[in-house]
């Protein structure tokens, strides 16, 4: 791939303990770039998007993030409010709870709950595959796209793993048809790491480490 159209499918993200100096520093990084989003903490969001507003970067934000154990009123807040601070893009971690209970109605619910909060923008679920079986990643794929999704997200890279070409590839062949798209987030640090997810069926990458695969694609 060409460096312009990997760096069209990175979500820049920084979403450990931030200064205000190094959030300005993503957001500047995104521009010049021309990545896709910057993916930033609710706390940052409507700074991102002062900082971003007319250059086409998209604001991305995570809910119930990392463990996805908040309620689903608590989520749905979350995303109501990030909505309108600016972000356009919105990251939700699956109750990891009800994912390894199988409570699958209960995930389902829950992620129509903040599709319908978001308002029309997008909205990628995060699976924490790195907790779940194949059946189980099935699953999940399946209650996001009953409930209208936008994207099926691997990790939040805060668990014990991050993506994987075998996940990837699951989730890519379960929404596809659907209409879905899958991002693929957690330890993809190089251009070889991205350039393996997208040829799995990944067509957003979440990462910290931007510049170094947009400059490996070089």
């Known amino acids: 791939?060409?460096?312009?159209?990997?760096?069209?499918?990175?979500?820049?993200?920084?979403?450990?303990?931030?200064?205000?100096?190094?959030?300005?520093?993503?957001?500047?990084?995104?521009?010049?770039?021309?990545?896709?989003?910057?993916?930033?903490?609710?706390?940052?969001?409507?700074?991102?998007?002062?900082?971003?507003e007319g250059t086409g970067v998209k604001v991305c934000t995570v809910i119930g993030f990392p463990l996805g154990e908040n309620t689903t009123a608590t989520k749905v807040y979350e995303t109501k409010n990030a909505v309108k601070n600016g972000a356009t893009e919105i990251d939700m971690v699956i109750n990891q709870s009800?994912?390894?209970?199988?409570?699958?109605?209960?995930?389902?619910?829950?992620?129509?709950?903040?599709?319908?909060?978001?308002?029309?923008?997008?909205?990628?679920?995060?699976?924490?595959?790195?907790?779940?079986?194949?059946?189980?990643?099935?699953?999940?794929?399946?209650?996001?796209?009953?409930?209208?999704?936008?994207?099926?997200?691997?990790?939040?890279?805060?668990?014990?793993?991050?993506?994987?070409?075998?996940?990837?590839?699951?989730?890519?062949?379960?929404v596809a048809d659907a209409g879905l798209k899958v991002k693929a987030s957690g330890g993809v640090r190089t251009y070889a790491d991205a350039e393996k997810m997208v040829k799995c069926g990944a067509t957003r990458i979440g990462t910290s480490n931007g510049i170094a695969i947009v400059e490996g694609a070089e």
């Open 98 to 174: 009800w994912a390894k209970g199988n409570e699958w109605k209960k995930v389902e619910k829950e992620i129509a709950a903040v599709v319908k909060a978001a308002g029309g923008n997008l909205v990628k679920v995060i699976l924490e595959t790195c907790n779940l079986n194949d059946k189980q990643i099935a699953k999940a794929c399946e209650a996001s796209i009953n409930a209208k999704a936008t994207f099926v997200k691997t990790s939040t890279g805060f668990g014990s793993g991050g993506a994987t070409e075998h996940a990837v590839e699951i989730m890519h062949s379960l």
């Open 1 to 52: 791939m060409k460096k312009n159209e990997i760096a069209s499918m990175i979500d820049h993200t920084l979403l450990k303990p931030a200064k205000k100096s190094q959030i300005r520093q993503l957001c500047q990084e995104a521009i010049d770039n021309k990545f896709a989003s910057v993916c930033v903490n609710p706390t940052y969001v409507k700074m991102c998007a002062g900082l971003l």
